[in-house]
């Protein structure tokens, strides 16, 4: 229904810039016009991509962080998402000390690779036994990602 709504201002914005009726019939500088033509196009502009676009962005940004529908850990471990973040989340300290020495040889040194294949290596350490035997591309390629010491 609000599409509806948006799109009318959509072609409402489009006859103001177009044919300029109110400049016509009154005295009205054709600049208000085309500005109030212009906020509507902008409106239904930002009303689509909040609409369609962001929220899209948003469910794929989701799904990709640890333990999501789309991540290794999702995809690749028979457990619960709670008990997946429980777990992820479990390891993080150990992990940033671990990384700790890295940083000291090089301050600017990005870590953040190396901590998340920690707290892979020791999540699949703890729930080795809820990997799915389901033999995906994905799956192999993460599991010989965190098994591989390099």
């Given at each position: 229904m609000s599409d509806i709504f948006y799109v009318v201002l959509l072609i409402l914005g489009a006859l103001l810039i177009y044919f300029r009726p109110l400049a016509r019939a009154t005295n009205v500088?054709?600049?208000?016009?085309?500005?109030?033509g212009s906020l509507a196009i902008v409106a239904f502009s930002i009303h689509m991509l909040n609409t369609y676009v962001v929220q899209k962005e948003i469910e794929e940004g989701l799904s990709k962080q640890p333990c999501g529908s789309s991540s290794p850990q999702g995809?690749?471990?028979?457990?619960d998402r709670t008990?997946?973040?429980?777990?992820?989340?479990?390891?993080?300290?150990?992990?940033?000390?671990?990384?700790?020495?890295?940083?000291k040889e090089r301050p600017g040194a990005l870590i953040g690779p190396i901590v998340n294949r920690c707290k892979a290596r020791r999540m699949d350490k703890v729930l080795r036994y809820n990997r799915i035997k389901a033999d995906t591309a994905l799956c192999r390629a993460y599991f010989d990602y965190i098994d591989n010491p390099n």
């Open positions: 500088s054709i600049y208000w016009e085309i500005a109030v995809v690749c471990y028979n457990l008990v997946c973040e429980s777990a992820w989340n479990s390891v993080d300290q150990g992990c940033k000390d671990e990384a700790a020495p890295v940083l």
